[in-house]
């Protein structure tokens, strides 16, 4: 229901207008004695359209301030479930269904179903992110409009209804033979000592002090900087734009940062441990291992060619070396890899082979041969080696060769051999780069005639590369963080105006002799109370800032 919008002054305002644009009489209850709404000085709003379009009533629902809180209401929930139990993403080489139901059983289980999971990276947590800016962009439009429309052209002679209608108030007579406009326009001087703009009516006896008007902005500034925040969060939903992953790197290991053109090689990992002196009894008892330092000598390398192209070796380009410790990651053009675990893990990384014959000994070429993406074919003098089979812990069952996990613990490959003296179609060769029991596997036994021409082995230690640790990094991408960073900068700003200062705005008309003055600030009325009070006093009127609450009359 909407109330008559045309004022007794004669001007039609806008339906939801309750307060004239004109002179500012009360358009509703205009008999009441309540105190008037100043939110937005009464100025009527989109939202308030008495026949509403299917776009208006898209604009009504993200308008409301209740609707606002329940999306906020809802996004909380959901913030605070996604926190029951980790996040996929600070896994290490877990599988997640097994993770949730043998840590959390059917609870577990159920939230992994469910999506939980991966609360803060699906599709309707974003929605409700989204929803909450949209919110925020159309309740500030909704109400900043109109209050700028009425800040910007405020009328000087208030209508007595509005007068009275304030928080702070008075209706007194003047002394007899005071000159009205010399009256207004001392007290104009006295309040503008106090920081207040001063503007005088026409005929000088109506008078609008005003001062911080800025901090009726300070809410809006605030909208502004979360919708930039939001704006940051969702940015980070961009391709690239953010990453949070851990990737285990065994030493001499060079490994591609998913997503992105980088690679990132584990030169060499450092363990220093705690002496047994200076640990605690405690410890010494349950024979623990405490970790003083650890670090990870890493090699940034940006991929030019052959980056995801698999059988193809990448071209790789250094661009920068650090030492990560702890608290001290590497930091590359916004791509940051954090020290995060380890763990001792003796591998085997690559061997040098060399093919000879062992009747003669004589040697025909080395290659080297990596434990992850071995070539498809090798060269080893007028021999060529093309590989059929990798296995990088191999095993037997039922007869046949299999792989036990795709650790390189126990390693095995199968070649097939041509070259002099050779089947033209290639003989099978199997290589196993590490010792195994002759007596029960021998290398030379399971290969048969072949070994009898032809061995492939490490001639000495030199060949070799043993990873004895793993080292877990947390790599981190954020290229959103700026803009979070300002929104909230402009967030704190909004609220130190709104906090530190307060709207505040003195009205006065005389007429034939009577003083009528209304005073309104956002809060802090008893500042502005008093604030009248000294005001008046030095323009030799005597005025009790508790006679200036509403209702307040001298005479």
Not at 243 to 265: R, V
Request: glycine content about 8%; hydrophobic content about 35%.
């Amino acid at each position: 229901m909407f109330y008559n919008t045309k004022c007794d002054c004669g001007h039609q305002n806008p339906t939801g207008t309750t307060l004239c644009e004109s002179c500012g009489n009360p358009l509703i209850d205009i008999d009441g004695r309540d105190i008037l709404e100043m939110r937005y000085d009464g100025m009527a709003r989109r939202s308030q359209k008495s026949n509403p379009s299917i776009l208006d009533k898209v604009w009504n629902f993200f308008s409301s301030v209740k609707i606002a809180v329940w999306i906020i209401f809802f996004t909380v929930v959901a913030s605070a479930v996604g926190t029951i139990f980790p996040q996929e993403n600070t896994f290490l080489d877990m599988d997640p269904a097994q993770y949730y139901s043998e840590n959390y059983g059917t609870l577990g289980t159920i939230y992994h179903v469910l999506g939980f999971s991966h609360t803060f990276n699906s599709w309707w947590f974003i929605t409700l992110l989204f929803m909450i800016g949209t919110s925020l962009v159309i309740c500030s439009l909704d109400r900043v409009l109109p209050l700028y429309k009425a800040l910007s052209k405020q009328q000087i002679r208030k209508h007595l209804n509005f007068l009275t209608r304030q928080k702070v108030t008075l209706t007194t007579e003047l002394p007899a033979g005071t000159d009205e406009e010399a009256w207004t326009s001392k007290l104009g001087t006295i309040l503008r000592k106090k920081s207040y703009r001063i503007h005088k009516g026409k005929d000088g006896t109506a008078l609008l002090a005003e001062k911080y008007r800025f901090s009726r902005w300070g809410p809006y500034i605030n909208h502004i900087g979360l919708i930039i925040f939001l704006i940051g969060v969702l940015m980070r939903s961009i391709p690239g734009w953010h990453m949070d992953q851990y990737m285990g790197i065994l030493e001499g290991e060079t490994k591609q940062i998913p997503h992105t053109s980088y690679f990132i090689k584990n030169e060499k990992f450092t363990l220093e441990l705690y002496d047994d002196k200076d640990l605690p009894e405690s410890i010494k008892a349950k024979g623990q291992i405490v970790p003083k330092t650890y670090e990870t000598q890493a090699v940034l390398y940006h991929c030019s060619a052959n980056c995801d192209e698999s059988g193809k070796e990448p071209v790789l380009e250094e661009v920068h070396k650090s030492n990560i410790l702890v608290n001290h990651p590497l930091d590359y053009k916004g791509l940051q890899a954090y020290q995060f675990d380890y763990k001792s893990t003796p591998l085997l990384i690559s061997v040098k082979p060399t093919l000879s014959n062992p009747a003669t000994g004589e040697s025909y070429g080395s290659f080297d041969l990596p434990m992850n993406n071995p070539k498809e074919e090798y060269q080893a003098g007028p021999y060529t080696l093309k590989l059929k089979g990798y296995f990088p812990e191999f095993g037997l069952e039922k007869g046949q060769p299999i792989s036990l996990s795709n650790e390189p613990k126990a390693p095995a490959f199968i070649f097939s051999i041509t070259g002099p003296g050779l089947s033209a179609n290639g003989e099978p060769y199997m290589y196993f780069p590490r010792q195994v029991d002759k007596e029960s596997f021998s290398q030379d036994t399971i290969n048969g005639a072949i070994s009898q021409k032809l061995k492939l082995a490490v001639g000495s230690m030199e060949g070799v590369q043993f990873a004895n640790y793993t080292t877990y990094l947390n790599i981190r991408v954020d290229k959103a963080m700026p803009y979070i960073w300002v929104g909230s900068a402009i967030f704190m700003i909004g609220v130190i105006m709104g906090f530190y200062w307060q709207h505040r705005r003195i009205w006065i008309r005389i007429d034939q002799g009577k003083l009528t003055l209304g005073g309104h600030t956002n809060k802090n009325w008893f500042g502005l109370r008093n604030e009248v009070a000294a005001a008046l006093k030095k323009n030799d009127m005597d005025v009790s800032p508790k006679s200036l609450d509403t209702g307040g009359n001298q005479g």
